[in-house]
């Protein structure tokens, strides 16, 4: 490629010359003096001489003529254009040089500054106190602060989940005395003005065979009552039957309410009618039956828990009143003493004691006993650690522990040669600046060994993938890479994995990114002090945004992707500790905190990147996906003139686009460059719209009314190359995308101008046709895109001219352009292969079948209809 370029050029100057040449020649011959043609041909000597050491010598970039070396100035204007020079010949290894001591340096920042001494060295010398001084035992303030720290009271809490289970619990242990109660029944059953609750309750409750003696007692009665009540009767008989006397009465405080019953169910009997009386006997004879049954459902319960609440206890002693208000009470007493909190470790003692004060006041005196068991049984420690306030608490009084301070007077023996070197006297040579620090040499070469060795992993991925990356590329890459360890040189932990990875997978593809991030999070930990779980949170996000950045087309997704960076993060963090157990200790507050704060980091992160990242493709010259859509948007202003001032040319182009994008998409090139190069690779043509067929609308053509000269119509229609080019840079174009202008023509001939230009030769002798002047100036394609493109530009002329052509002719004759394309050598630098050939024409074909189907041939109708 570089020979033919050369030769090309020699072959272009070498025709000025000829033309300078002919020139003098016709001056000789215009002069009549032959003796002065001996100095004319000296000058034509001089002439050629002078344009050889021109073309031999370089040339400026801004201008395409060649210039003379000039001598220098001066011997430093001089040495100072050589060492320029050689940096830029050398300019890979510079930036190798760069790389290897900007990380190593970064990196190993801890190695700049490292006492020659250190704790439990051998002193090499005395060292004495050169003045009095007060010195801070750093151990001994260290270790009074942290017994303070120790010894810190904590902080309790009510813990709410805690009272929730203690009120549910409260509420079935209720709920169970009103089931109890309900199978019972209501109390008191009868009217307390005819039977006391002191009586019905013993009679609810008293053994079948008192029921028993009592019911034949209330029967004596009645046979003494109807006795009495024969005729003429004496005055006796007219006493109340409370005070007729009953042998079978009983002595005793228990008998007491069996004789009350017994009183109190006579008076009733005497008093009202024997149905009456009846109803009552066996309303007691029923209640007496759930009685017992509510005992068994009080065992039947009880024996499914291991709690013994109600047993022994007054739950069924009280009135339905009674009850209602005691739930009340124990509802009220159990949440003062929650609210209040009881810590755990309280003794029983106490907690008794406590319930005791609060029921006395909330609940009626006969269900004390009730309230208090039910209270003692339900009622659980609620307290738990406020770490937050604990550690608040523990620091202000750490902060209030003074620094022990350690008198040390002048001309007083710090250490002596050959002593250990302990923690405090090295903290005393600090103080007087009597520890000599140094550079360790060793461990910066040791740590610039291993960056070399990342660095070359790096270079061997790069090749391995065929990634062509500019010393620009590298220098980006090696900023990118420097931020991480920088982030943490400062004290932040929190660094810009997210960051690099999402840039550079954007610029530079998944697998250069995620190298990048392996190989930072295998060397940080060598030099740099860091969690290991933060290494991994940060290296996922990293991961992740490399892996996905590149295949995202639009800026909201990667937006959106970095609330899945931060997500990951930050979980990944969370999970890491969740395994090792960090989450289940006493700081788990802790630990959720910094995973929000790396799931935070790692979305501000992406911001950042997404705010940098337009800066950066303009700075750098690089283009994304997400670059290359934008600039395919029809609205930009270039495409607008473009699609305006041009029209045939923009409909010419759309087509290119169409088949070079098919192409591209079936070879997995890249189709977004292709696409957005192919729109712009014609705009060139817009200096001299009417100067290209496809703008003339079927008008006249120019180059044949107007120009009449093959040699100034292939001069206009070469300038289209170098017009786009200007156009491209003066629209700030990425350079990938300007190689479309000038490549997808190569160095091919125009070929109708030179055919025109060979048949006046013929007609004129004195005409030399040089095929230079009709041939572009290149370069041929350099990449796969640029190659596409060049086939589809040239093929999209010979589809449109197919009318009814069939798929075989139209496959015949794309292989031919081909075929024609590679025996003149245009792709021999694109990677193109020659199996590809066939491949190419067949999509063009297909393509050119989707515009070119065939339709319905619709009848034609009468005027009448």
């Given at each position: 490629?570089?020979?033919?370029?050369?030769?090309?050029?020699?072959?272009?100057?070498?025709?000025?010359?000829?033309?300078?040449?002919?020139?003098?020649?016709?001056?000789?011959?215009?002069?009549?003096?032959?003796?002065?043609?001996?100095?004319?041909?000296?000058?034509?000597?001089?002439?050629?001489?002078?344009?050889?050491?021109?073309?031999?010598?370089?040339?400026?970039?801004?201008?395409?003529?060649?210039?003379?070396?000039?001598?220098?100035?001066?011997?430093?204007?001089?040495?100072?254009?050589?060492?320029?020079?050689?940096?830029?010949?050398?300019?890979?290894?510079?930036?190798?040089?760069?790389?290897?001591?900007?990380?190593?340096?970064?990196?190993?920042?801890?190695?700049?500054?490292?006492?020659?001494?250190?704790?439990?060295?051998?002193?090499?010398?005395?060292?004495?106190?050169?003045q009095r001084a007060n010195i801070e035992d750093h151990k001994q303030t260290e270790a009074?602060?942290?017994?303070?720290?120790?010894?810190?009271?904590?902080?309790?809490?009510?813990?709410?989940?805690?009272?929730?289970?203690?009120?549910?619990?409260?509420?079935?242990?209720?709920?169970?005395?009103?089931?109890?109660?309900?199978?019972?029944?209501?109390?008191?059953?009868?009217?307390?003005?005819?039977?006391?609750?002191?009586?019905?309750?013993?009679?609810?409750?008293?053994?079948?065979?008192?029921?028993?003696?009592?019911?034949?007692?209330?029967?004596?009665?009645?046979?003494?009552?109807?006795?009495?009540?024969?005729?003429?009767?004496?005055?006796?008989?007219?006493?109340?039957?409370?005070?007729?006397?009953?042998?079978?009465?009983?002595?005793?405080?228990?008998?007491?309410?069996?004789?009350?019953?017994?009183?109190?169910?006579?008076?009733?009997?005497?008093?009202?009618?024997?149905?009456?009386?009846?109803?009552?006997?066996?309303?007691?004879?029923?209640?007496?039956?759930?009685?017992?049954?509510?005992?068994?459902?009080?065992?039947?319960?009880?024996?499914?828990?291991?709690?013994?609440?109600?047993?022994?206890?007054?739950?069924?002693?009280?009135?339905?009143?009674?009850?209602?208000?005691?739930?009340?009470?124990?509802?009220?007493?159990?949440?003062?003493?929650?609210?209040?909190?009881?810590?755990?470790?309280?003794?029983?003692?106490?907690?008794?004691?406590?319930?005791?004060?609060?029921?006395?006041?909330?609940?009626?005196?006969?269900?004390?006993?009730?309230?208090?068991?039910?209270?003692?049984?339900?009622?659980?420690?609620?307290?738990?650690?406020?770490?937050?306030?604990?550690?608040?608490?523990?620091?202000?009084?750490?902060?209030?522990?003074?620094?022990?301070?350690?008198?040390?007077?002048?001309?007083?023996?710090?250490?002596?040669?050959?002593?250990?070197?302990?923690?405090?006297?090295?903290?005393?040579?600090?103080?007087?600046?009597?520890?000599?620090?140094?550079?360790?040499?060793?461990?910066?070469?040791?740590?610039?060994?291993?960056?070399?060795?990342?660095?070359?992993?790096?270079?061997?991925?790069?090749?391995?993938?065929?990634?062509?990356?500019?010393?620009?590329?590298?220098?980006?890459?090696?900023?990118?890479?420097?931020?991480?360890?920088?982030?943490?040189?400062?004290?932040?932990?929190?660094?810009?994995?997210?960051?690099?990875?999402?840039?550079?997978?954007s610029f530079y593809g998944s697998t250069l990114a995620v190298t990048v991030v392996g190989?930072?999070?295998?060397?940080?930990?060598?030099?740099?002090?860091?969690?290991?779980?933060?290494?991994?949170?940060?290296?996922?996000?990293?991961?992740?945004?490399?892996?996905?950045?590149?295949?995202?087309?639009?800026?909201?997704?990667?937006?959106?992707?970095?609330?899945?960076?931060?997500?990951?993060?930050?979980?990944?963090?969370?999970?890491?500790?969740?395994?090792?157990?960090?989450?289940?200790?006493?700081?788990?507050?802790?630990?959720?905190?910094?995973?929000?704060?790396?799931?935070?980091?790692?979305?501000?992160?992406?911001?950042?990147?997404?705010?940098?990242?337009?800066?950066?493709?303009?700075?750098?010259?690089?283009?994304?996906?997400?670059?290359?859509?934008?600039?395919?948007?029809?609205?930009?202003?270039?495409?607008?003139?473009?699609?305006?001032?041009?029209?045939?040319?923009?409909?010419?182009?759309?087509?290119?686009?169409?088949?070079?994008?098919?192409?591209?998409?079936?070879?997995?090139?890249?189709?977004?460059?292709?696409?957005?190069?192919?729109?712009?690779?014609?705009?060139?043509?817009?200096?001299?719209?009417?100067?290209?067929?496809?703008?003339?609308?079927?008008?006249?053509?120019?180059?044949?009314?107007?120009?009449?000269?093959?040699?100034?119509?292939?001069?206009?229609?070469?300038?289209?190359?170098?017009?786009?080019?200007?156009?491209?840079?003066?629209?700030?174009?990425?350079?990938?995308?300007?190689?479309?202008?000038?490549?997808?023509?190569?160095?091919?001939?125009?070929?109708?101008?030179?055919?025109?230009?060979?048949?006046?030769?013929?007609?004129?002798?004195?005409?030399?046709?040089?095929?230079?002047?009709?041939?572009?100036?290149?370069?041929?394609?350099?990449?796969?895109?640029?190659?596409?493109?060049?086939?589809?530009?040239?093929?999209?002329?010979?589809?449109?001219?197919?009318?009814?052509?069939?798929?075989?002719?139209?496959?015949?004759?794309?292989?031919?352009?081909?075929?024609?394309?590679?025996?003149?050598?245009?792709?021999?630098?694109?990677?193109?292969?020659?199996?590809?050939?066939?491949?190419?024409?067949?999509?063009?074909?297909?393509?050119?079948?989707?515009?070119?189907?065939?339709?319905?041939?619709?009848?034609?109708?009468?005027?009448?209809?």
């Amino acid at each position: 490629m570089k020979t033919q370029q050369f030769l090309q050029s020699l072959t272009h100057q070498l025709t000025q010359w000829r033309r300078q040449y002919k020139v003098l020649c016709r001056k000789v011959k215009s002069q009549a003096v032959v003796s002065r043609g001996q100095r004319h041909k000296q000058e034509v000597y001089r002439i050629i001489l002078k344009n050889l050491l021109l073309y031999l010598l370089p040339n400026t970039a801004d201008s395409g003529h060649r210039q003379r070396r000039q001598a220098p100035k001066s011997t430093a204007k001089s040495l100072k254009n050589n060492v320029f020079s050689w940096v830029h010949e050398q300019r890979a290894s510079v930036i190798l040089a760069i790389a290897i001591v900007s990380l190593t340096g970064v990196i190993g920042h801890e190695l700049y500054n490292q006492p020659q001494m250190k704790v439990g060295t051998i002193a090499p010398q005395t060292f004495i106190a050169p003045q009095r001084a007060n010195i801070e035992d750093h151990k001994q303030t260290e270790a009074e602060r942290k017994a303070v720290k120790t010894n810190s009271a904590p902080v309790l809490m009510v813990d709410a989940q805690k009272n929730e289970q203690i009120y549910a619990h409260l509420h079935q242990v209720l709920n169970n005395g009103n089931e109890i109660r309900a199978v019972a029944g209501s109390f008191p059953f009868f009217d307390i003005s005819v039977l006391s609750i002191p009586s019905q309750r013993y009679l609810r409750s008293c053994l079948e065979s008192e029921w028993q003696k009592l019911l034949v007692n209330l029967d004596n009665l009645q046979k003494q009552h109807f006795k009495l009540s024969i005729p003429q009767p004496s005055p006796a008989a007219r006493q109340t039957p409370s005070t007729l006397s009953t042998p079978t009465l009983q002595q005793g405080s228990h008998h007491l309410d069996f004789n009350q019953a017994l009183a109190e169910l006579a008076a009733y009997r005497f008093t009202t009618l024997e149905k009456d009386t009846s109803s009552l006997i066996t309303q007691i004879s029923q209640t007496r039956e759930r009685y017992a049954q509510a005992i068994t459902k009080i065992s039947q319960i009880e024996d499914e828990g291991s709690e013994r609440v109600y047993a022994a206890t007054s739950l069924l002693e009280l009135s339905d009143e009674d009850w209602t208000e005691t739930q009340r009470g124990i509802y009220q007493s159990a949440e003062r003493i929650l609210t209040q909190g009881l810590p755990s470790g309280l003794p029983r003692r106490i907690v008794e004691d406590a319930v005791s004060l609060q029921v006395q006041i909330s609940v009626p005196e006969e269900a004390e006993s009730l309230a208090t068991k039910v209270l003692v049984t339900v009622l659980k420690p609620n307290l738990k650690q406020d770490e937050a306030e604990t550690k608040q608490q523990a620091q202000q009084a750490v902060e209030k522990v003074s620094s022990v301070m350690v008198e040390v007077r002048q001309g007083e023996v710090i250490v002596k040669k050959g002593e250990r070197i302990t923690e405090w006297k090295f903290n005393v040579l600090e103080h007087y600046h009597l520890i000599r620090r140094q550079v360790n040499w060793l461990g910066l070469i040791g740590l610039a060994g291993l960056v070399s060795v990342a660095i070359g992993i790096f270079m061997w991925v790069e090749r391995r993938i065929g990634s062509q990356l500019r010393e620009r590329d590298r220098l980006l890459i090696l900023l990118l890479a420097v931020s991480v360890p920088s982030v943490i040189a400062i004290g932040v932990p929190y660094t810009t994995w997210s960051a690099i990875g999402l840039l550079l997978g954007s610029f530079y593809g998944s697998t250069l990114a995620v190298t990048v991030v392996g190989l930072l999070s295998l060397i940080l930990p060598v030099n740099i002090e860091i969690s290991k779980m933060a290494l991994l949170a940060g290296m996922a996000g990293g991961i992740l945004s490399s892996c996905v950045a590149q295949r995202l087309r639009s800026r909201e997704e990667l937006a959106l992707l970095g609330i899945f960076i931060a997500l990951t993060q930050g979980g990944i963090y969370l999970f890491l500790n969740i395994v090792v157990g960090a989450a289940f200790r006493s700081g788990w507050y802790l630990v959720l905190q910094e995973a929000a704060f790396f799931a935070l980091s790692g979305l501000v992160w992406s911001i950042i990147a997404l705010g940098l990242s337009p800066y950066l493709e303009k700075l750098f010259d690089l283009i994304t996906p997400i670059r290359l859509a934008e600039l395919a948007n029809p609205n930009r202003p270039l495409l607008k003139r473009l699609a305006t001032e041009t029209p045939g040319t923009f409909q010419h182009t759309l087509l290119v686009a169409t088949l070079a994008e098919a192409a591209a998409k079936k070879l997995r090139c890249n189709v977004e460059l292709v696409r957005a190069g192919t729109l712009y690779h014609d705009i060139g043509k817009m200096h001299d719209p009417l100067g290209f067929i496809e703008n003339q609308m079927g008008g006249a053509n120019k180059h044949d009314t107007e120009i009449k000269d093959p040699w100034k119509s292939a001069a206009i229609i070469k300038k289209h190359v170098t017009e786009g080019l200007v156009m491209a840079k003066k629209h700030s174009l990425p350079t990938a995308i300007q190689a479309f202008i000038p490549e997808h023509q190569g160095t091919m001939a125009i070929a109708y101008f030179y055919h025109q230009a060979q048949q006046m030769a013929k007609k004129d002798p004195t005409l030399k046709v040089d095929k230079a002047d009709f041939c572009y100036d290149g370069p041929i394609p350099q990449s796969r895109e640029t190659g596409i493109v060049m086939l589809a530009d040239s093929c999209e002329a010979a589809l449109r001219s197919l009318k009814d052509a069939t798929p075989e002719q139209a496959l015949n004759m794309l292989n031919n352009i081909l075929r024609a394309k590679w025996q003149d050598e245009q792709l021999i630098d694109s990677g193109l292969t020659r199996e590809e050939m066939p491949k190419i024409a067949q999509i063009f074909v297909d393509v050119w079948q989707q515009f070119h189907h065939k339709r319905i041939a619709y009848p034609k109708l009468k005027a009448g209809s």
